[in-house]
């Protein structure tokens, strides 16, 4: 508390003032001083507005730009870290390695099927082959006879045994197309579980953008029918002997026509046209992984083309 006198007709006396009200007072008579001080300085100079308001809009330039300059910064860093140089995966890991034999034996299968449905292959050999006038049987008994050898080597079809319509055959003649069959049914159970091996390792490689097993692929899919089809021109009949030495494990594969007359509509040249056509497959196999590599790695060699210039 404070104490101040006020006059009452020439009598003085002394009251109580509380400390805030002389607070108060006392900022009131401070702001009407300075609110005269700044009145004399504008009317004494008259440019004083104006460099108040230039200050003002100099601090404000100041202050946006800095925070330009820092949003700039702040997008160019985050633009900076989004389009950063990204660099290719190495393609020679063991796990490229192995997906890429795994991708190799399934679009082999997938030939190998492909070709075992292609019915048109042997029904070209028919007239091809002059089969009607060699063995004396029409086009349509042949086909007939095919289509039940074919029949029984497909998994989907169910065929327990076999018997053809027009044709007898030997106990050896029996078991040999038993044997075909256990490898025709283990190539299209292969074809179903390295189909869903292959698709599920590619789309795991795919998600960390790592392509170099397609480019394996696309590789052993063209070396490897390159060589087997250098090897099945240059001696097709050396080439078909050890391809049964190695599947086969007896003579079995070596009809005679008296007790196995049904070897008189599969010519020699009927299996090299199939095996032809499984390397060409093959081949194509080859040749859209490698597209899909080239496609797919397409924005790392721009990069490398970019780095290549700035040097």
């Excluded at 009317?43 to 202050?63: F, I, L, S, T, Y």
């Excluded at 063995?135 to 007939?144: D, F, P, Q, Y």
């Excluded at 053809?164 to 025709?184: A, N, Q």
Aim: with cysteine; aromatic share 12%.
């Amino acid at each position: 508390m404070a104490r101040r006198r006020m006059s009452d007709q020439d009598n003085y006396r002394e009251i109580d003032v509380p400390d805030t009200d002389r607070r108060a007072s006392s900022r009131a008579r401070g702001a009407s001083a300075g609110n005269r001080s700044s009145s004399g300085r504008r009317g004494q100079d008259p440019g004083w507005q104006d460099d108040r308001r230039m200050q003002g809009n100099g601090g404000r330039g100041r202050a946006s730009g800095r925070k330009g300059t820092s949003g700039r910064g702040g997008r160019g860093g985050a633009a900076g870290r989004g389009f950063a140089p990204q660099r290719q995966k190495p393609v020679l890991t063991p796990s490229n390695l192995l997906l890429a034999l795994i991708g190799f034996l399934f679009l082999a299968c997938v030939s190998v099927v492909l070709v075992l449905n292609l019915r048109t292959i042997y029904y070209f050999d028919i007239r091809y082959q002059q089969l009607e006038s060699k063995t004396g049987l029409s086009e349509e008994v042949i086909r007939e006879n095919y289509d039940t050898l074919i029949d029984y080597n497909l998994v989907t079809k169910g065929v327990k045994k076999l018997e053809f319509p027009d044709f007898p055959m030997s106990e050896h003649g029996e078991t040999h197309f038993r044997e075909v069959k256990r490898i025709f049914f283990a190539i299209q159970y292969f074809l179903i579980i390295l189909g869903v091996a292959f698709l599920f390792g590619l789309s795991k490689k795919l998600r960390h953008r790592d392509y170099g097993s397609l480019k394996l692929i696309s590789i052993l899919t063209f070396v490897v029918p390159l060589v087997l089809g250098v090897l099945a021109v240059v001696s097709w009949d050396s080439f078909f002997i050890k391809f049964h030495e190695i599947f086969f494990s007896n003579d079995y594969w070596i009809f005679d026509p008296v007790t196995d007359p049904v070897i008189r509509i599969l010519p020699d040249a009927f299996f090299f046209h199939c095996a032809v056509a499984i390397l060409l497959f093959l081949l194509l196999g080859g040749v859209l992984t490698g597209a899909i590599y080239r496609f797919a790695t397409r924005k790392f060699r721009r990069q490398r083309q970019l780095e290549q210039l700035m040097r």
